[in-house]
């Protein structure tokens, strides 16, 4: 059967900058009636096998994946790896060197931070985030956190009203993108390399969020993408907008990819996505990503 609500992008606080932990996202799937749910915490896939166990008692199919940083055409592109066997040799590989990236991208981050005038350390930044190599949004959330914070100047504005519940995105726009003052040099996987190596890990691949500023994906990249063995577009997300909704699900339709949907749901660092509220996964695309994985079809 082909029926019943699924969201494939959800994240734990397995992740640098969830806050929820495993078997309570399971529990809020099963309370919100999902069939199925997709944990893909950033570079991790630590929610495994507790989720699918939580999964298997509160009958809700949890499909492993994990969401990785990758560089494509010198850009950033995240990529979903729902079906992920989570002790696959190639997994640890894909961990093991993001880990390493991530790690230098944020000490080098820290180090301009506190240059510019931000007062933060490295060893907060690491006990906030478990020990998870930080995203840029999640170490401004760390800043912004902090009773000191609210006397910088530098940081006033992130404190208004307005500005409040996105001061972390704020941040990120006014500090880590190009020509900024903590802006550092991306080193992340190529994107190519991770699909290359997805087959051995039984993943079935799917481009997060292609219309997100960061990412700009085109027709050209999705078809180059799936030459290298992207099965599936995230089509429904808060990312987009209804045109561009409109735009990827006909590429999808066009390009033989499977369209999915994904929340993106992290909990307070993105105030705006509520669990369950993006109610446009259908079972179906869980069967037809079952149906690609591992083999690049």
């Not at 009636?33 to 630590?46: K, P």
């Given at each position: ?18 806050d929820h932990p495993p078997d309570e996202l399971v529990g809020f799937a099963a309370a919100y009636g999902f069939r199925a749910v997709s ?185 180059a993408l799936k030459d290298r063995g992207l099965v599936g577009v995230e089509v429904f997300t808060f990312y987009h907008t209804d045109a ?54």
């Amino acid at each position: 059967m082909s029926d019943g609500l699924v969201d494939l992008h959800i994240h734990s606080n397995r992740s640098c900058d969830g806050d929820h932990p495993p078997d309570e996202l399971v529990g809020f799937a099963a309370a919100y009636g999902f069939r199925a749910v997709s944990i893909a915490d950033h570079d991790t896939v630590a929610a495994y096998p507790e989720a699918v166990r939580e999964g298997e008692a509160l009958g809700v199919e949890v499909i492993p994946s994990m969401e990785v940083t990758t560089l494509f055409d010198d850009r950033e592109f995240h990529v979903l790896l729902p079906f992920v066997d989570w002790e696959a040799p190639g997994v640890a590989r894909i961990i093991e060197r993001t880990a390493e990236t991530r790690l230098e991208e944020a000490r080098e981050r820290v180090d301009l931070l506190r240059r510019a005038g931000v007062e933060v350390g490295w060893e907060e930044v690491v006990a906030a985030t478990n020990g998870v190599p930080p995203l840029g949004v999640r170490i401004g959330q760390i800043i912004l956190d902090k009773p000191q914070s609210r006397r910088n100047p530098l940081l006033a504005k992130y404190g208004e009203p307005e500005n409040r519940n996105f001061g972390p995105y704020l941040f990120y726009r006014d500090f880590f993108t190009e020509g900024r003052p903590a802006y550092v040099l991306k080193r992340h996987l190529g994107l190519v390399e991770v699909l290359d190596l997805a087959p051995g890990t039984g993943a079935a691949p799917v481009l997060s969020h292609p219309g997100a500023c960061f990412q700009r994906t085109t027709r050209k990249d999705l078809v180059a993408l799936k030459d290298r063995g992207l099965v599936g577009v995230e089509v429904f997300t808060f990312y987009h907008t209804d045109a561009q909704v409109a735009e990827y699900k006909r590429l999808a339709e066009e390009l033989d990819l499977v369209p999915t949907a994904g929340s993106d749901f992290h909990g307070r660092i993105k105030p705006h996505i509520a669990f369950g509220a993006l109610r446009d996964g259908r079972y179906w695309m869980v069967e037809r990503l079952r149906a690609k994985r591992g083999n690049g079809a």
